[in-house]
């Protein structure tokens, strides 16, 4: 039971590395294209990258939950109560913000025609780069009680 345990621990943090680490340099990817030509490849990585990024958010949460299951003292815990409540937050407020920007970002990359990046979609660019800062206090917020783990 605590090899399986730690396994799942194992999982979990493999997971995080999966799921967080696309997302960090989604905007280094975007920045850097200087023209539409650039900018549509760089959304085809993005592209690529984000479905892993998916299973890797998905494998946290439901390995998070089987070891809730293993241990249900945790969910006595301010932690980890804490940290699934972010992590539902993080979920939706993504969901609403980021990747609704994201869409039309992409949309804008695929029907613009013209060399030159079009100044709606820097704006997009820069309200997605704000929820960004969001998103990244939520994470690294879990991430804190996760190592922590305050009011054990
Ligand atoms: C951004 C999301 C998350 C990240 C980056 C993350 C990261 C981590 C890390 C690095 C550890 C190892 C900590 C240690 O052992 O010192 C860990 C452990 C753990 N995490 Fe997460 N986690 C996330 C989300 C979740 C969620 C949503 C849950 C609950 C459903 C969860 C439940 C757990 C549990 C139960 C442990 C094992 C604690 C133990 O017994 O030592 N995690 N997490």
New binding site residues.
Partial sequence: MYQL?TFL?GI??FA?II??GPILVFNQILKNAGNMNELKNAHKIIGKLNPLSSIG?GL??T???L??VM?PS?FKTVW?LL??GL?II?GIYSSFTIERKLKSMLNISETHVGENIPQEYIELLNQKISHDWVQNAL?IT??IL??F?PGN
């Fill in positions: 345990y621990v979990h943090i995080a799921g967080l958010f946290l949460v390995t998070g939950l070891m809730g241990n945790l980890y940290a699934l992590f993080l994470l879990i991430f996760m190592v783990k």
